[in-house]
């Protein structure tokens, strides 16, 4: 049996904003270091890096994994409630006191198929569900899943 083969499911790049620091290339060139088989990037509410990162993976021996850390509102995504939360990179939406305004939702593509839901998703975050982040809600989940 060989040595057990590990695979970030969760990284943040610089196309996360105040939350990821590696680039693309840099990240690519780590997994390839480190003999990964895989790597999947997963920035906040957009898919900026997608397709550069597909690319760079592309031209080494590294499968690219596509996906994204969503924002879900805890109503709809039309909802827009008061501001219960200060600053200081917190969410803000329709929380109690002390909570946070949406919850994360970490989404991995399995296919062309996914890839195209999660597009769906990540658009309609920006168009329809906009409230200080792009917020997606789990009837838009439900219908592209």
């Known amino acids: ?30 997994a390839s270091r480190q003999k990964m088989p895989a790597v999947a990037i997963t920035d906040h509410g957009n898919l900026f890096a997608a397709a550069n990162f597909f690319y760079e993976a592309s031209k080494r021996d590294v499968k690219a994994i596509i996906g994204c850390e969503l924002y879900v509102a805890k109503g709809s995504r039309h909802d827009r409630g008061e501001k219960t939360n200060g600053g200081n990179g917190q969410d803000r939406g329709d929380a109690e006191p002390g909570m946070r305004g949406s919850n994360h939702l970490v989404l991995l593509c399995e296919s062309l198929e996914g890839y195209h839901n999660l597009i769906k998703l990540v658009s309609a975050g920006f168009l329809e569900g906009f409230y ?14």
């Open 132 to 145: 200080y982040r792009p917020r997606i809600d789990y009837d838009l989940l439900a219908k592209h899943s």
């Open 1 to 30: 049996m060989g040595q057990p083969q590990f695979v970030h499911l969760h990284v943040h790049t610089d196309y996360s904003l105040l939350d990821g620091a590696c680039e693309t290339s840099e990240l690519l060139d780590e």
